[in-house]
């Protein structure tokens, strides 16, 4: 397990020395993250970071004083629509009370519990699951946001931390996070670590003193799934494709 205190780079740049009186503009100052990260057996720092945030309420509606919310793609109420690629944006919060609603600019989603392999019959092979048995995508594109409501409410809500279970990150610093604040504004970019061994999980979770998370860019490795797309692993394969199984955020409460 690494823990560390993070900095965005922007908060660390260097006020240049000024030889006469002109005002300096003042640099902006980015709240301080927490940021964990582990690869192998990613039960024991999952467990962590839930904990961290407090008791789940799982897909009760309203907003809660405390605690969090998770994703895991694996519930029957999804059945309905897994294994096609127009898998509902807003299923987490009208079906699902979670306070989740996803975007891309890709052609939609796909709650998948073959493994992809109906996508790509390589795909069974290369990827995994975290919590069984189902795992997600964007389809046409490797990027999504999430945005966050009040849960079971179209209220726009903020958290306080995020957290994702990747499956088979091959390549360094091509598999992140891009927190945004309400304003818009970057709260940072946070890496995946790469896989340690062939099950191929990876975990990283950032979170903040107060809930400040009002949008998440999620960039899964460097190419989208499709049939003829092998991973960077595989034979002719040239991108790194990448997966996510569970989301696990601090409980949205609303933006003001
Ligand atoms: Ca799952
Ligand atoms: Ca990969």
């Not at 998770?70 to 294994?83: K, L, V």
Request: hydrophobic share 45%; charged share 15%.
């Amino acid at each position: 397990m690494h823990t560390m205190k993070f900095l965005p780079l922007v908060a660390a740049a260097v006020i240049a020395a000024c030889s006469n009186d002109s005002v300096t503009n003042p640099v902006p100052v980015l709240p301080q993250a927490t940021v964990l990260t582990a690869t192998g057996n990613i039960a024991a720092e999952v467990d962590a970071f839930r904990n961290a945030l407090g008791p789940s309420n799982g897909a009760t509606a309203g907003e809660q004083p405390t605690g969090r919310r998770e994703i895991s793609w694996d519930g029957a109420g999804a059945n309905p629509f897994d294994n096609k690629n127009d898998f509902p944006a807003d299923f987490f919060n009208t079906n699902v009370k979670s306070g989740a609603i996803f975007t891309t600019s890709g052609t939609g989603f796909r709650n998948d519990s073959t493994l992809f392999a109906e996508i790509n019959p390589a795909y069974a092979s290369q990827f995994n699951f975290f919590s069984a048995t189902k795992i997600f995508t964007p389809i046409g594109s490797n990027q999504l946001d999430q945005l966050f409501q009040v849960a079971g409410q179209p209220t726009p809500a903020v958290v306080r931390a995020y957290g994702v279970v990747f499956s088979d990150v091959d390549l360094a610093d091509k598999t992140t996070i891009q927190l945004f604040a309400q304003d818009g504004s970057s709260l940072g970019t946070f890496a995946a670590p790469i896989r340690s061994d062939p099950a191929g999980l990876s975990f990283l979770g950032v979170t903040f003193d107060q809930p400040i998370i009002a949008r998440v860019r999620i960039t899964l490795g460097t190419g989208a799934l499709a049939p003829n797309v092998n991973d960077v692993t595989a034979a002719g394969g040239t991108v790194d494709l990448v997966v996510l199984d569970n989301l696990i955020y601090g409980e949205p409460k609303k933006a003001f």
